[in-house]
Structures are given as structure tokens and as C-alpha cells.
């Protein structure tokens, strides 16, 4: 009998848990032709969200648990829970319901046909702030204008994939890891399959700004060198201005004002805190890779 994991991440989420194991449990059960487990991971928070899944493991061996030590971030849990998995195929989906549950037998057909990777397309989105739909827009664009590998618009991690592709990604050495770039570069057959997004059961946002921040630039730096040339030829394009700059001052014999210095001399200083930054991003990233510490630390295992 094939085996169908799902792989929650939780952080602070126990306003949700119980409703998230339930529904799961509901649609997963009722799968005739598969076996299932459900991992979640405890992505280090302090409130019961431990201990609720926890008793829940307790009840259903089905259910396992990998508990962080503190909080890694989503794409680590993610990637634990991915690790952990002994389905042929497996689902990623949010705590907070937002993904719905009852699409997971749609998707185990779509994996039947042949598919790798099936991923959710946002058709709509409720319950997110303007802000956020504005910004999650510019950040694709952005990302698929500099990345050579195309990052599908209007998705987010709720996806199914196949055991092996799941094997590759986890598999990889990097550190940051952004997912849903990972996937896509893996280039495995995948399929799109739209589904309106809803609002959260209970709670708020956990991704925070900053969290938003490190999730774009992950994206961004790790699938892109772009930005380091870009900064090349910004910095060219500003030695041929100030060269013009120079010809005219000599030929008109133009006597500059000192607002004009102030303006020309915060502009470079600009660019170039700009080209440092954009450096120190990759650098920083390197330093990562060679530290080479784990991606996440495992406090606690229950049912693994
Ligand atoms: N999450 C996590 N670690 C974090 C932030 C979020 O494991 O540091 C989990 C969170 O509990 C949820 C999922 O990642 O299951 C997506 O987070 P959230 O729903 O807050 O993001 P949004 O849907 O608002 O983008
Ligand atoms: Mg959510």
C-alpha cells in the first residue's frame, strides 16, 4: 500500500492545532488507497502547541513529531519534515488551514497521472493585507526577472511531491534553502492546480517583516548572481555621468554649486552602500555554506 505523509510546520499554533490534526485526520483517513502519517514540526514555539501535538501523537501513532530547540524558520521545519517522511508522496501544508486539507485526494490523482510535483496556485487570497499582496506580487516579478530558473507566480510551499524529488531537494548541501525554488529547479514533471486561499481558522500571520524579508532574499540571492552585475553596470553607467559632468564644467567653465556636490555626492554614496550591501548578502551566504552548521537542531522526536 502506497504511503501519503503530510508535513505541518507549527509556529505558535495552538490556536489551531487541534482543528489542523482534525480535518487532516478526516481527509487522510478516508483515503482508501493509502496508508498515512502526519508529521508536524515544532518550529521552537513557547506556548502549547508542544504539548497539544504531543498528546495527539500519543493517541495516533500515525502522527509524529520533530520538536526544534528554537525557532529555524519555516523552510527549515519544512525541510525536517521532509527528512523525516517515509510517505511515497508528500503534502506540505500551513497549521493555520489556510491550504485546504480537502484537496489533498485531487492532488493524489494528479500524482497518479505522473506528476512530481503538484503545486497550489493562488486564485485567490483572503484575509491578507494589501501590503502583503502587493509586495508577494513585486517579489515574483522581481525573482523571475533575475532567476534563470522560473519560480511559478502566486504559490506558496502547499504542495504534493514525490518522494524522490522530496530526496533531492533535502539531499542538497545548501543552507537558506527556498523551497519553492528548489522544487522548481529540480525539473521534475509539475503541475499547477488552482485553489482560492482562504483565511486563517485562529491566530495571526507568523511571518512576520523580517521574516518576509529573509524568505525574499533567500529567493532572491540564492537562485540570482544578477544583482552583483547589475551593480557593475549601475557603477558604469555613473563613471560615464560624472566623466559628462567633468567635460561640462570644463567646456562651460560652470562653477558648481554646493548643493549639486551634496546631491552627486549622496547619490554615489548610495550606490555604492547599495553595491556593498548586495556583496555582503552573497558573502554572507557563503560564510553560511562554510560554517556549515546544521540547518536546524532537533530537540525532541515522538513516533520517529
Ligand atoms: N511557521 C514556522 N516557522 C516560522 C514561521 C511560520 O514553522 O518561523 C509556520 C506557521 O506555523 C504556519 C506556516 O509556517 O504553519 C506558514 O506561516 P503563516 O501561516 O503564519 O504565514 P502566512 O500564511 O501568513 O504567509
Ligand atoms: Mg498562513
Known amino acids: 500500500m502506497k504511503k501519503v505523509s503530510v508535513v505541518i510546520p507549527m509556529y505558535f499554533e495552538e490556536s489551531v492545532a487541534n482543528e489542523c490534526y482534525n480535518k487532516v485526520k478526516n481527509v487522510t483517513e478516508n483515503l482508501e488507497k493509502y496508508d498515512y502519517e502526519i508529521i508536524f514540526v515544532n518550529d521552537g514555539s513557547t506556548d502549547k502547541t508542544l504539548s497539544i501535538i504531543e498528546n495527539i501523537a500519543k493517541e495516533n501513532k500515525k502522527v509524529k513529531v520533530i520538536s526544534f530547540s528554537r525557532n529555524f524558520g519555516h523552510q527549515a521545519a519544512v525541510t525536517a519534515g521532509l527528512r523525516a517522511s517515509e510517505g511515497d508522496a508528500i503534502i506540505i501544508m500551513d497549521a493555520d488551514l489556510q491550504d485546504p486539507p480537502e484537496l489533498i485526494p485531487k492532488m493524489l490523482k494528479k500524482w497518479e497521472e505522473g506528476y512530481d510535483v503538484i503545486y497550489g496556485k493562488r486564485t485567490k487570497r483572503d484575509g491578507e493585507t494589501v501590503f502583503k499582496l502587493l509586495t508577494a506580487k513585486a517579489f515574483y516579478n522581481i525573482l523571475n526577472k533575475l532567476s534563470d530558473v522560473e519560480i511559478p507566480k502566486d504559490t506558496g510551499d502547499f504542495r504534493l511531491v514525490d518522494k524522490n524529488v522530496a530526496d533531492v531537494v533535502c539531499n542538497l548541501p545548501e543552507h537558506n534553502k527556498f523551497l519553492r525554488g528548489l522544487f522548481s529547479w529540480t525539473g521534475y514533471n509539475q503541475c499547477p492546480f488552482e485553489y482560492e486561499r482562504k483565511e486563517r481558522v485562529a491566530g495571526k500571520t507568523k511571518y512576520s517583516l523580517k521574516k518576509m524579508l529573509k524568505l525574499a ?88
Open 217 to 304: 532574499s533567500d529567493g532572491i540571492f540564492s537562485f540570482s548572481s544578477k544583482p552583483l552585475k547589475i551593480i557593475g553596470y549601475i557603477g558604469i553607467c555613473f563613471i560615464i555621468i560624472s566623466i559628462i559632468f567633468l567635460i561640462c564644467g570644463i567646456v562651460i567653465k560652470d562653477k558648481t554649486e554646493l548643493n549639486i556636490i551634496l546631491c552627486i555626492f549622496s547619490l554615489f554614496t548610495g550606490i555604492i552602500q547599495i553595491s556593498l550591501w548586495t556583496i555582503g548578502e552573497y558573502i554572507s551566504r557563503i560564510y553560511d555554506e562554510v560554517k556549515g552548521r546544521p540547518e536546524y537542531i532537533i530537540n525532541k522526536k515522538i513516533n520517529l
